[in-house]
């Protein structure tokens, strides 16, 4: 069974640019959250969905939005780029809600 | 608000010793509770999930205690080997399903 997918690995964007990352769970997975990981913060949730819907939003302004579609594939976007939303956005899947998480490889945005 | 906090930060062992890795957290109605391997510049590898219930999971040289009393648990990595180097993450839940809380944290390193 093939992993949790990113796309894309790798982005270098300029402040005040939108972004969008994409994620594909495994499959089967209805669950699907979104983490940022920066060497001063560690690794913060940002949000979940399950079934289409958000069932949890992390303390993130609300340049952060997200979504998913109706066969589980998520994307996140961030509007506005600072310097500071330069990290390594984690994506995570699970069959059910508080079940094994199953991370992606991760995509890493650089904001100059 | 519950936190997570892993004890050292970073650790330096000789190959073929026994790892013990430490996991506090405060959340007294933990649900469960989840270790993961993280290589430098990668995604997260889960490695266990012990649920509340549980006062121990095994898999291989990885075992994993659970202490809801004093808040705590530990991994286990027995006779380890260089190719355990990295980082282990510890995180939980909370009542609010896949909200992950993760700790900082334990870089290891093990030397040949």
């Not at chain 2, 970073?10 to 190959?15: G, K, M, T, Y």
């Not at chain 2, 889960?46 to 991994?75: F, M, V």
Request: one cysteine or more; charged letters at 15%; glycine letters at 10%.
């Amino acid at each position: 069974k093939a992993g949790v997918t990113q796309t894309p690995r790798y982005l270098i964007k300029t402040r005040g640019q939108q972004v969008t990352l994409s994620c594909s769970p495994i499959s089967g997975h209805r669950s699907v959250s979104w983490y940022q990981q920066t060497p001063g913060q560690g690794l913060q949730f940002l949000f979940e969905y399950f079934s289409e819907t958000q069932r949890n939003k992390g303390n993130f302004p609300g340049r952060f939005s997200g979504r998913q579609f109706s066969n589980s594939r998520s994307e996140m976007n961030v509007s506005t780029l600072e310097l500071g939303d330069s990290a390594l956005y984690l994506c995570a899947s699970s069959f059910l809600v508080s079940d094994t998480q199953y991370f992606g490889p991760g995509t890493r945005l650089t904001v100059l | 608000k519950q936190e997570v906090t892993q004890i050292p930060a970073a650790l330096s062992v000789p190959e073929g010793e026994n790892l013990v890795l430490n996991c506090s957290f405060t959340d007294s109605a933990i649900y469960n509770l989840q270790w993961f391997r993280q290589d430098p510049g990668k995604g997260l590898t889960s490695l266990l999930l012990i649920q509340s219930s549980q006062r121990e999971q095994t898999s291989g040289r990885l075992n994993a205690s659970l202490d809801k009393s004093s808040g705590r648990s530990t991994l286990y990595i027995a006779a380890s080997q260089p190719g355990d180097s990295a980082t282990y993450l510890c995180a939980e839940p909370g009542a609010a399903g896949n909200k992950l809380t993760f700790g900082g944290g334990t870089r290891v390193l093990v030397k040949p």
